[in-house]
């Protein structure tokens, strides 16, 4: 880095897409902005990646998941935050409200092109596709790049 260069910071977050048998997945209507999301949230310093998506999904919907693999990497480019997406599988709690959330609920696919912006039903859609390898996508903050 060139002296006088301010050094850049990314900010790093988690998500859950949590995907029933039936094939219906969680998503939470923010309580901020109104905004369908898969559950998630900011990684904290001190915490291993899957434990703040386990914390996350059960803080904002009170649902346990188990982490099943990478989903997906994604980069807002405006605002230098890295998502993180994890398939998740439910394993115990019933679904609540939060401070994050004003709505829970389980979604199809369609349901969740519909509801969603584009660059978060992109992240779910992506996780419920067979492949293993992760997708990686940059976006800012509306739609992808």
Do not use: Q
């Not at 309580?31 to 434990?51: F, H, K, T, Y």
Request: hydrophobic letters at 40%.
């Amino acid at each position: 880095m060139s002296e006088g260069a301010t050094a850049l910071r990314h900010s790093v977050s988690v998500a859950g897409v949590v995907v029933r048998e039936d094939g219906r997945v969680l998503a939470i209507r923010r309580a901020d902005n109104g905004a369908w999301e898969p559950p998630g949230g900011v990684l904290e310093l001190d915490e291993a990646i899957e434990d703040g998506v386990r914390r996350e999904v059960c803080e904002e919907t009170g649902i346990k998941v188990g982490v099943e693999r990478l989903t997906g990497v994604y980069k807002n480019v405006a605002r230098g935050i890295v998502a993180l997406v994890f398939r998740c599988r439910p394993e115990s709690g019933a679904e609540r409200l939060s401070d994050e959330s004003v709505e829970v609920d389980w979604l199809t696919p369609d349901e969740v092109s519909d509801r969603m912006a584009e660059v978060y039903a992109v992240r779910v859609l992506d996780a419920l596709r067979d492949d293993t390898a992760p997708s990686i996508r940059a976006h800012d903050g509306r739609e992808l790049l």
